[in-house]
């Protein structure tokens, strides 16, 4: 059975989806991060990047959501396009883009829009220009096809599902009025069993809320050295 480091961040729901679509069995280990959970050596033993989702399957253990997600397509046989150069590269373009493009650029846009200490418009633009940019380049690509791969949907819908389902959290109450085809696939999605059982499993566990000292501390260790400097 899977191991399957869980909370209820967009990179963890990718995995959970694809766990629910292949029906691969799991069992979950929730990781909270605002109690600084991630950090515990028994956690950093498995990923020493102390992010979840991490998964451990018979021994092997895979963190990174998208290398998680390219790993249990693999080991299912399913979400995945034919094996050929012209199918393969695209699917591998677009896998990446979403893991060094939306997701980094999404997560720091919600860090200056939402946690950053003020003076940071100069970082906000940025990373809401960036986010935005990326989110366009996938509006624009989804205008053209109904999933990410074509006709068929697959692993690289699911890497796009986590994130878009917080859009307008990364962006900004326009997200879907100027997002509509990315709006559409995750529509899509949605409608999808799978989708609704891994939406389903945030409720079935308790995490810290208050984003405290403590969750400070805990998800924003950088700060430490500011305080040093004070």
Same mark, same amino acid.
């Given at each position: 059975?899977?191991?399957?480091?869980?909370?209820?961040?967009?990179?963890?729901?990718?995995?959970?989806?694809?766990?629910?679509?292949?029906?691969?069995?799991?069992?979950?280990?929730?990781?909270?991060?605002?109690? &600084?959970?991630?950090?515990?050596?028994?956690?950093?033993?498995?990923?020493?990047?102390?992010?979840?989702?991490?998964?451990?399957?018979?021994?092997?253990?895979?963190?990174?959501?998208?290398?998680?997600?390219?790993?249990?397509?693999?080991?299912? &046989?399913?979400?995945?396009?034919?094996?050929?150069?012209?199918?393969?590269?695209?699917?591998?373009?677009?896998?990446?883009?979403?893991?060094?493009?939306?997701?980094?650029?999404?997560?720091?846009?919600?860090?200056?829009?939402?946690?950053?200490?003020?003076?940071?418009?100069?970082?906000?633009?940025?990373?809401?220009?960036?986010?935005?940019?990326?989110?366009?380049?996938?509006?624009?690509?989804?205008?053209?096809?109904?999933?990410?791969?074509?006709?068929?949907?697959?692993?690289?819908?699911?890497?796009?599902?986590?994130?878009?389902?917080?859009?307008?959290?990364?962006?900004?109450?326009?997200?879907?009025?100027?997002?509509?085809?990315?709006?559409?696939?995750?529509?899509?999605?949605?409608?999808?069993?799978?989708?609704?059982?891994?939406?389903?499993?945030?409720?079935?566990?308790?995490?810290?809320?208050?984003?405290?000292?403590?969750?400070?501390?805990?998800?924003?260790?950088?700060?430490?050295?500011?305080?040093?400097?004070?």
């Amino acid at each position: 059975m899977i191991t399957f480091y869980y909370n209820t961040a967009p990179n963890p729901a990718k995995v959970a989806l694809m766990l629910e679509e292949t029906q691969l069995p799991y069992e979950i280990v929730t990781i909270d991060s605002r109690k &600084g959970e991630q950090h515990a050596p028994a956690f950093t033993a498995l990923n020493p990047n102390a992010k979840v989702p991490v998964i451990v399957d018979d021994g092997t253990v895979v963190f990174d959501s998208n290398a998680i997600l390219l790993y249990l397509a693999e080991k299912s &046989g399913q979400f995945l396009p034919p094996n050929t150069p012209a199918a393969r590269g695209p699917m591998l373009s677009w896998l990446m883009f979403v893991a060094s493009g939306i997701g980094p650029y999404s997560g720091q846009a919600v860090h200056f829009r939402h946690a950053a200490p003020e003076p940071k418009e100069y970082p906000l633009n940025r990373y809401d220009y960036e986010a935005w940019r990326h989110w366009g380049i996938l509006n624009s690509h989804l205008e053209k096809q109904a999933f990410m791969l074509g006709d068929d949907y697959s692993l690289v819908d699911m890497a796009v599902w986590g994130w878009a389902r917080v859009a307008p959290y990364v962006l900004g109450d326009e997200a879907w009025a100027k997002l509509p085809h990315v709006k559409r696939l995750l529509d899509t999605i949605n409608a999808r069993p799978a989708a609704q059982r891994a939406e389903a499993i945030k409720t079935r566990y308790t995490f810290k809320t208050e984003m405290d000292d403590e969750a400070r501390k805990a998800m924003f260790p950088q700060n430490e050295r500011l305080a040093r400097k004070a």
